[in-house]
């Protein structure tokens, strides 16, 4: 009988859990006595995408907090675009102040570490490296921030 550890693998310093043993990790972490390990105001989120090694697909898995930093009411628009980048996507966010002020406060706080944006459930990355924050005077005060990266997430929830 296999530990439910031998059923992860690490991956670049991330918990990543093999295609293969998905639902049986889905079926441990939602039993009641896995829930009751973890803290209240905590939950497990997929990443949306998988890495792929070698013939093998693998999906991050994260703790993050339930309730989200930010959340799409303090977001005006989203507009994606093509960076040139490895990745080869850009999504510009702008804020409201709220917004840019929360954001401004949380990539300051979490230097060096990553955030997660989470949309229907499962996170998409968003860095905390490549987010810049600015202030259009001539409009209503707004923050616009950019991912320029695709390094997986940790810290900030985002959903509608």
């Known amino acids: 009988m296999r530990t439910f550890a031998e059923l992860l693998a690490n991956f670049r310093g991330d918990i990543v859990v093999p295609g293969k043993n998905r639902k049986l990790v889905e079926h441990i972490l939602n039993l009641a006595e896995g829930q009751k390990t973890l803290p209240e105001d905590a939950e497990f989120v997929w990443e949306t995408r998988p890495v792929t090694v070698g013939n093998f697909d693998y999906r991050r ?6 309730q989200p930093e930010l959340d799409w009411s303090m977001i005006t628009s989203a507009k994606a675009s093509s960076s040139g980048l490895q990745s080869g996507h850009k999504v510009n966010l702008r804020f409201n ?7 401004a406060r ?11 944006a989470v949309m229907d459930g499962e996170v998409i990355a968003m860095p905390v490296e490549g987010i810049t924050i600015t202030f259009n ?13 695709s390094r997986p997430p940790k810290r900030l929830k985002i959903w509608p």
């Open 61 to 66: 898995i994260f703790l993050l907090n339930k």
């Open 97 to 103: 102040r709220e917004g840019a002020q929360t954001l």
């Open 137 to 149: 005077p001539a409009e209503e005060p707004e923050g616009r921030a950019e991912s320029r990266n």
């Open 106 to 116: 949380i990539a300051e706080m979490q230097i060096g570490q990553r955030l997660a």
